[in-house]
């Protein structure tokens, strides 16, 4: 691949970095005071302001690849602009690209028909409301997607749904109007990977009850956050299916592999970030009678933290395109590859940050902490870590061996 970016990318990349210096980078603390004030789940003044400011210098929907509600950018060209959006966790929001709103866009633009494009895309590329996706389960190890066991039941011209979701981020915000809600129509279907499927929820439908929200690592992510939600006996139109009964793993992988370039180019900036900070305060301190960023181990560890973090951007930048020239089905293995890659790195790199920050790393005064728990976290969000290395092994081991073979060895090793 050709690593330069085109004069397009740069020039966006550009106009990106001036707006967060203008507009973002100073309003940091704006945006946590206003969160603080009142109700922290009323969307915040400085982000609806910020928005209107984006729409205007032309830095709005600029991912959707492939179609022409989009930017026209692939998903290589709209990495390395992730990657800056994702230095200051709240901005993706500012410019209409933040999670799960980009997936279940992906979704309705690639699997809705024109009616549910009309009522809920077009609102949500205009960023009026908010969308979420009710996929994982408190009751079965999710992880295997295949355990869900919320139920999605045809009756008449309408389906009943009936299910206990949790994790399921943004459903806190009031400006949520839609859950793509993931559950079996067809438990007995002998294919297990046929047996679920997707269907659009709204928010205010009778018996869809939000439980409670889940804090990560004691933070609320207020006015985001992450709800636990009770559907009970819910009902909606017939024509709410996405793409048909039992295609719901064939959305989720056509959602998941753009998803994963996004999150890990975020986290990629994320650690940049971090690693500015780090680097900054080792120069600002002085320990044992010289600087800190004159002590060997901190010197080994911005070393290490500039070659983490470059490989990941070149890995995620690999599969990135890899998905546009090939299609995510042959990437899999390097989608999968960056879902380990970048989590693990960003939570090495912040958690050396906040060691030369010391005890003021671990406080709210210079934000390493809470970024510390949002790549933590990243670990589990779309499959944990185990589940993707069980992947990219048998990938790697499929080369050696006749694919009816590998099918076999791993089904034996299963049954023992």
């Keep these: 691949m050709d690593f330069e970016y085109s004069q397009k990318v740069k020039d966006l990349q550009a106009r990106l970095n001036a707006f967060m210096d203008q507009h973002v980078y100073p309003n940091e603390k704006k945006f946590l005071e206003q969160v603080a004030e009142g109700d922290r789940w009323q969307p915040t003044a400085i982000i609806e302001e910020l928005k209107l400011k984006a729409k205007e210098a032309g830095l709005w929907n600029l991912f959707l690849p492939e179609s022409s509600r989009g930017a026209g ?66 009751n079965v190890a999710s992880s295997d997607a295949t355990n869900i066991s919320s139920s999605i039941v045809r009756d008449g011209d309408e389906y009943v749904i009936n299910g206990r979701k949790w994790w399921t981020s943004g459903a806190n915000d009031p400006r949520c109007k839609i859950f793509i809600f993931m559950g079996k129509t067809d438990p007995d279907n002998p294919s297990r990977h046929s047996q679920q499927s997707m269907i659009l929820v709204p928010r205010d439908t009778p018996g869809v009850k939000i439980l409670r929200h889940l804090p990560v690592f004691g933070y609320d992510d207020a006015p985001h956050g992450h709800a636990e939600i ?28 753009p998803g994963r370039i996004h999150h890990c180019m975020r986290l990629i900036g994320l650690a940049e970030r971090a690693l500015e900070k780090m680097c900054q305060r080792a120069l600002g ?53 960056i879902k380990v890659a970048a989590p693990n790195m960003a939570c090495q790199v912040i958690d050396w940050a906040m060691q030369v920050h010391g005890a003021g790393g671990v406080s709210d005064d210079f934000g390493l902490a809470y970024a510390y728990a949002m790549a933590r976290t990243l670990r589990f969000a779309d499959g944990p870590d185990e589940v993707h290395r069980n992947a990219i092994g048998k990938m790697e081991l499929g080369r050696y061996v006749p694919k009816d073979a590998m099918a076999a060895y791993t089904s034996s090793r299963a049954r023992k």
Aim: aromatic share 6%; hydrophobic share 45%.
């Design 73 to 138: 950018l692939t998903n290589l060209e709209y990495a390395p602009l992730c990657e800056i959006m994702g230095r200051v966790l709240w901005a993706p929001e500012v410019f209409n690209c933040s999670a799960p709103d980009t997936g279940n866009m992906e979704v309705l633009e690639r699997y809705g028909t024109e009616e549910q494009k009309k009522r809920w895309l077009e609102p949500l590329l205009r960023g009026e409301i908010r969308s979420a996706f009710a996929m994982t389960e408190p």
């Design 230 to 257: 009770l559907f009970d006996n819910v009902r909606v139109p017939a024509s709410n299916m996405l793409l048909g009964e039992g295609r719901g793993f064939e959305i989720a992988q056509g959602r998941l592999g």
């Design 285 to 337: 301190r002085v320990a044992f009678g010289k600087p800190v960023a004159a002590q060997t181990v901190t010197l080994e560890r911005i070393a290490e933290a500039r070659i983490q973090i470059d490989s990941a951007r070149l890995l995620t930048l690999k599969a990135a395109y890899m998905m546009d020239t090939v299609g995510n089905k042959v990437a899999a293995k390097e989608i999968a590859m």
